[in-house]
Every structure is written in structure tokens, then in C-alpha cells.
């Protein structure tokens, strides 16, 4: 097998190559195939998605569909909070060397209007950038909306913004937290759109994003959103766009519901909650990262406690991992035109 290695099959178990899908998709329809059959596709060996028979070692088995999946999703989760790090981290330090320059007259409104990565420091200053944004926006916007129910009158802030775009053809994609499909301010903002904006939900999103025509994008630049960051160096726009469109994949659609946990008695957000907990985070920052408040989020570990037996926080974390709960909910996703597995 050293004649083939990854150099021939550069991929990964979410999109196989040819031979690679027509020997697993074999092997998972008989539940087993010759290790001859899989001596040109190396992959699914170094994948994990074949392996030894252990009673005939002539022949290989395949790993469960689902498995791979659960390995996949968990990949997809690490990789969305490493982003969300290197954003902060991003943040931070812009904000640092935007201070050391102090009040100058080059740090003024009208500075660096050119430059890849420009501070918008007040509401003012961010709602003439966004409006800028929009005019000269054509084809796509796409934003993460993080928090809980979407009040009205937030939705309505930026609702002109988005008329004005839905005249001109543009279309737009938004992700929000699940907690969202709760709030009738969405589903009103959702109804005047029509067919202009579609939505999805996740448990977890990264901080605000609104990226237009993949040229410009905005972040929030402190916690009370009252400075926020425009980029629009290709490398960081790239960057955003691949996070997004990886949430996206994951998102439920609106008009559909959100699946079960595949847990008896326990909820889709409480098998969140679970993973969370698994990952030592404290209640408040639970609750944020899923759009809920601190005491809904204490109420579902109440009755988590309850469902699993568990009588301290201490033995809350054991019954978590003895069940399998300590990794985050894994959604169906929509089924592909290819056989590979996704």
C-alpha cells in the first residue's frame, strides 16, 4: 500500500473519492469485503472507515455510517470554536494597536477608508459603514445572529437595510440560535422578506457577522457592540465565509423541526446543555453561547439531574459521560446526491 498513499487520495471521510466510495458502499451493503478490493484505496484504511475482520483477517469491516458521522460533527465543533478564538484573539489585538495611536488627526472618521481592517467606533459610525455596505451590495449577504428571541424593535433597526436589498434581488442567508424560532418578531421580519432571506438554527453561533457579496464583512469589536471591525482583506473574508457556510451545513432549516436527541427523556437542548457541561462551562456561559437565560438554563440541569439520577454536579458530569452525553447534538443532515458518506 506505500504506492498509494494520501498524495493519490487527497481527501478527507466526508467526500471520498471514487474507488473509495464504490468499496465502503460495498462493504457497509454486505458488511464486509476482501483486503484485496481495498489495496487501491488506501483512504479508507488511513480514514478509519475500514478495518480489520477480527475472526478473518483477509477480509475487512466497516465502520457504521453513524460513527463516522458523530467523528465528523465533532471535527466541525472543534474547528467552529477555534475560529471563534482566533476571531477574539483577532479582535483584541486590533483593538490594542488602534489605542496606541491615540487621538490623531490620522485616526479621525475619515482615515484609512481604503485600508483591509478599519475600527468603527459608535452606532453612528457603524450604522453609516453598514448602510455604505448595503448600497453598494448586489448579489448576497449572509449574517450570524447570535442571542435568544429576536425582539421586534431589533429586528426593525436594520429592516430598511434589508427592504432595500430584497428590491434590488439580493439574496440573503441568516443563521440564529434555535431559541429563536420562538420569537414572533422573526417569524414577522421572515413573512415580510418572503422568499428574499432564508434562515437557519443552530444551538450554538459564533458571534455577530454580516458579510456582503463576500467582500466586506462586519464583527463586533467590544461586548457592548458599541465599536465593531470592517474587513475587507480578501485572506479574513475567506476566512469568515468557510465558518459560515460550515454552520450553515449544520443549521436546521426554519420550517423544519429540530431533531430529537435520540436520548429517551431528554431533550435536544438538554443533550447541548450536557455537552457543555462535559466541557466545564459554567451556567451563565451556557446560557449565552445558547441563546437562553441562566435560569432556563438551570431549570434543564435540574431536570437533567433528575432524568440521569444524579444527586450533585459532581455526579451530574459522571452520568453525562456514562451515557454518552459529553458531545454536542448531532443533527441529520439533508441526504446528498452521492452514496459517500457526509
Given at each position: 500500500?506505500?504506492?498509494?498513499?494520501t498524495?493519490?487520495?487527497?481527501?478527507?471521510?466526508d467526500?471520498?473519492?471514487?474507488?473509495?466510495?464504490?468499496?465502503?458502499?460495498?462493504?457497509?451493503?454486505?458488511?464486509?469485503?476482501?483486503?484485496?478490493?481495498?489495496?487501491?484505496?488506501?483512504?479508507?484504511?488511513?480514514?478509519?472507515?475500514?478495518?480489520?475482520?477480527?475472526?478473518?483477517?483477509?477480509?475487512?469491516?466497516?465502520?457504521?455510517?453513524?460513527?463516522?458521522?458523530?467523528?465528523?460533527?465533532?471535527?466541525?465543533?472543534?474547528?467552529?470554536?477555534?475560529?471563534?478564538?482566533?476571531?477574539?484573539?483577532?479582535?483584541?489585538?486590533v483593538?490594542?494597536?488602534?489605542?496606541?495611536?491615540?487621538?490623531?488627526?490620522?485616526?479621525g472618521?475619515?482615515?484609512?477608508?481604503?485600508?483591509?481592517?478599519?475600527?468603527?467606533?459608535?452606532?453612528?459610525?457603524?450604522?453609516?459603514?453598514?448602510?455604505?455596505?448595503?448600497?453598494?451590495?448586489t448579489?448576497?449577504?449572509?449574517?450570524?445572529?447570535?442571542?435568544?428571541i429576536?425582539?421586534?424593535?431589533?429586528?426593525?433597526?436594520?429592516?430598511?437595510?434589508a427592504?432595500?436589498?430584497?428590491?434590488?434581488?439580493?439574496?440573503?442567508?441568516?443563521?440564529?440560535?434555535?431559541?429563536?424560532?420562538?420569537?414572533?418578531?422573526l417569524?414577522?421580519?421572515?413573512?415580510?422578506?418572503?422568499?428574499a432571506?432564508?434562515?437557519?438554527?443552530?444551538?450554538?453561533?459564533?458571534?455577530?457577522?454580516?458579510?456582503?457579496d463576500?467582500?466586506?464583512?462586519?464583527?463586533p469589536?467590544?461586548?457592548e457592540?458599541?465599536?465593531?471591525?470592517?474587513?475587507?482583506?480578501?485572506?479574513?473574508i475567506?476566512?469568515?465565509?468557510?465558518?459560515?457556510?460550515?454552520?450553515?451545513?449544520?443549521?436546521?432549516?426554519?420550517?423544519?423541526?429540530?431533531?430529537?436527541?435520540?436520548?429517551?427523556?431528554i431533550?435536544?437542548?438538554?443533550?447541548?446543555?450536557?455537552?457543555?457541561?462535559?466541557?466545564?462551562?459554567?451556567?451563565?456561559?451556557?446560557?449565552?453561547?445558547?441563546?437562553?437565560?441562566?435560569?432556563?438554563?438551570?431549570?434543564h440541569?435540574?431536570?437533567?439531574?433528575?432524568?440521569?439520577?444524579a444527586?450533585?454536579?459532581?455526579?451530574?458530569?459522571?452520568r453525562i459521560?456514562?451515557?454518552?452525553?459529553?458531545?454536542?447534538?448531532?443533527?441529520?443532515l439533508?441526504?446528498?446526491?452521492?452514496?459517500?458518506?457526509?
Amino acid at each position: 500500500m506505500t504506492g498509494h498513499g494520501t498524495e493519490e487520495h487527497p481527501h478527507g471521510a466526508d467526500r471520498l473519492c471514487a474507488a473509495g466510495d464504490r468499496v465502503y458502499s460495498r462493504a457497509v451493503r454486505r458488511g464486509r469485503v476482501p483486503r484485496r478490493d481495498a489495496e487501491q484505496v488506501p483512504c479508507l484504511l488511513d480514514l478509519a472507515l475500514l478495518h480489520p475482520d477480527p475472526d478473518d483477517m483477509d477480509w475487512l469491516v466497516p465502520t457504521a455510517p453513524q460513527e463516522v458521522m458523530t467523528r465528523l460533527l465533532r471535527g466541525v465543533y472543534d474547528e467552529v470554536a477555534e475560529s471563534q478564538r482566533r476571531v477574539g484573539a483577532a479582535v483584541a489585538a486590533v483593538e490594542w494597536y488602534a489605542g496606541l495611536g491615540g487621538r490623531t488627526p490620522a485616526a479621525g472618521p475619515g482615515a484609512g477608508e481604503g485600508s483591509a481592517i478599519r475600527v468603527l467606533d459608535g452606532l453612528a459610525r457603524i450604522q453609516a459603514a453598514m448602510d455604505e455596505a448595503t448600497q453598494a451590495c448586489t448579489t448576497e449577504v449572509l449574517t450570524v445572529q447570535p442571542g435568544g428571541i429576536r425582539r421586534e424593535h431589533e429586528l426593525s433597526e436594520g429592516l430598511h437595510r434589508a427592504l432595500a436589498l430584497r428590491g434590488r434581488g439580493v439574496r440573503m442567508r441568516d443563521l440564529y440560535n434555535h431559541v429563536a424560532r420562538h420569537g414572533q418578531g422573526l417569524l414577522t421580519y421572515l413573512e415580510l422578506m418572503g422568499d428574499a432571506v432564508e434562515a437557519r438554527t443552530l444551538d450554538e453561533v459564533v458571534d455577530r457577522l454580516i458579510l456582503f457579496d463576500r467582500t466586506v464583512a462586519f464583527i463586533p469589536a467590544n461586548s457592548e457592540r458599541t465599536m465593531a471591525l470592517e474587513l475587507r482583506h480578501p485572506a479574513l473574508i475567506s476566512y469568515l465565509v468557510t465558518v459560515f457556510e460550515r454552520l450553515w451545513r449544520l443549521g436546521v432549516p426554519l420550517n423544519a423541526p429540530v431533531p430529537d436527541s435520540g436520548f429517551e427523556g431528554i431533550s435536544h437542548r438538554e443533550q447541548s446543555i450536557a455537552a457543555l457541561l462535559a466541557e466545564g462551562h459554567q451556567d451563565a456561559v451556557i446560557a449565552e453561547r445558547l441563546g437562553i437565560s441562566v435560569r432556563t438554563c438551570r431549570a434543564h440541569i435540574a431536570r437533567l439531574s433528575e432524568t440521569l439520577g444524579a444527586a450533585s454536579r459532581t455526579q451530574l458530569g459522571v452520568r453525562i459521560a456514562q451515557v454518552g452525553l459529553d458531545t454536542p447534538a448531532q443533527l441529520t443532515l439533508p441526504r446528498q446526491e452521492s452514496p459517500s458518506v457526509r
